[in-house]
């Protein structure tokens, strides 16, 4: 069997993390798999070196200074489109909205519904949900939505997660880390400053958290995206700063340091509005980091009684600071448990059942 699997990006995000592990657990499993990608800027490679038996072909996307984000989309389209050569390949497989509608005919994993208003982006969003010819959802809760909204009925391949990488920084002492110590005491967010993550209700969270404990800082980590946030992340930091929140933003994170980074959080805070999984909440319970979650159906249904919800920005700051006064041991083994239940080659080997049924 010979799989393309099509990502839009080199750099870490949740989809480029999933596209790559999948690839990899496939290629263990004997497939013949190469991956995709626009390289952005000049990116030589992916963000972290990848598996010698998948195959890498990335396409040269330089940046123009000034471009819109419509403008982007469509040219991101149009450059993958060309560049592919579907040639030879069994199955090709999209994770994401811009390789879904770079190629003729494909399989399209269906990580999270967005909702855009830049008509390139919808028209974009829309093609990429109806065009393909088969579907995989990473949770129900997000298929069930697809099913409703589309008519169309995905299958259910939950995500795998590195659980024992992110466990072996919490208990040999491997994520000890002196940059990560530099940080002190804090609450870690993953995904940058941009609207879907929920970072301005974190924020406000924080605020009313370090009132009683100023010594817990706030951290952000990551925020690679193709999408103009500038905005947004304005508004949050001046929010930040009028509220007088301890917060730094570390921008996206090497490979080598994200672990230790997450083994040494307080709390990882995940108040996102839209997820389709989240497996970096995930990899925070692999390393028995207690997790404090927006409640919504996807995150219930995926982290069951091994995070804590909160449905409001008070509810999250309550959340937060009973969790990083007194860690619930019981819940953080469920977690870890849990985490290491999600493996990359239970995964792969539901994906080769599944291609080799279409």
Not at 45 to 66: C, K, N, S, T, W
Not at 84 to 102: K, L, R, T
Not at 108 to 133: G, S
Not at 313 to 334: K, M, N, T, Y
Request: net charge negative; hydrophobic share 50%; charged share 20%.
């Amino acid at each position: 069997m010979r799989v393309a699997l099509l990502t839009y990006s080199t750099r870490p995000r949740g989809g480029v993390v999933h596209t790559l592990a999948l690839a990899e657990a496939l290629a263990g499993q004997g497939v013949s798999v190469d991956v995709w990608s626009l390289a952005r800027g000049g990116d030589g490679a992916f963000f972290r070196p990848v598996d010698a038996r998948v195959g890498v072909r990335l396409v040269p996307f330089p940046e123009i200074d000034g471009e819109p984000v419509g403008a982007r989309i469509l040219r991101s389209i149009e450059v993958l489109a060309a560049a592919f050569d579907v040639g030879g390949y069994d199955v090709v497989h999209a994770q994401d909205c811009i390789s879904a509608n770079s190629v003729p005919r494909c399989v399209r994993t269906i990580h999270h519904l967005d909702e855009f208003t830049t008509p390139e982006l919808v028209a974009c969003h829309e093609r990429a949900i109806v065009a393909p010819y088969a579907h995989i959802c990473v949770s129900a809760a997000v298929a069930a939505e697809v099913e409703q909204q589309w008519g169309l009925r995905p299958t259910v391949i939950p995500n795998g997660v590195d659980a024992a990488r992110f466990a072996s920084a919490a208990d040999d002492g491997a994520g000890r880390d002196s940059w990560a110590q530099g940080l002190g005491r804090y609450v870690l967010a993953v995904g940058g400053v941009e609207p879907r993550k929920g970072t301005a209700d974190l924020v406000i969270a924080m605020a009313a958290v370090q009132r009683t404990d100023p010594g817990l800082r706030l951290v952000i980590a990551g925020g690679e995206t193709l999408f103009d946030y500038r905005d947004y992340r304005a508004a949050v930091l001046k929010a930040a700063a009028d509220l007088g929140v301890d917060l730094e933003v570390l921008g996206p994170v090497e490979h080598d340091r994200i672990r230790p980074l997450m083994a040494q959080a307080s709390v990882f805070a995940f108040p996102s509005i839209k997820e389709g999984f989240g497996l970096a909440a995930m990899e925070a319970l692999a390393a028995g980091v207690p997790v404090v979650m927006r409640d919504l159906p996807v995150l219930r249904e995926v982290f069951g009684d091994s995070a804590v919800f909160a449905a409001t920005a008070q509810h999250l700051a309550e959340a937060i600071l009973a969790a990083s006064v007194a860690s619930d041991g019981r819940r953080v083994r469920r977690g870890r448990n849990l985490a290491f239940a999600h493996s990359w080659a239970a995964a792969a080997r539901r994906h080769i059942a599944f291609y080799a049924a279409l």
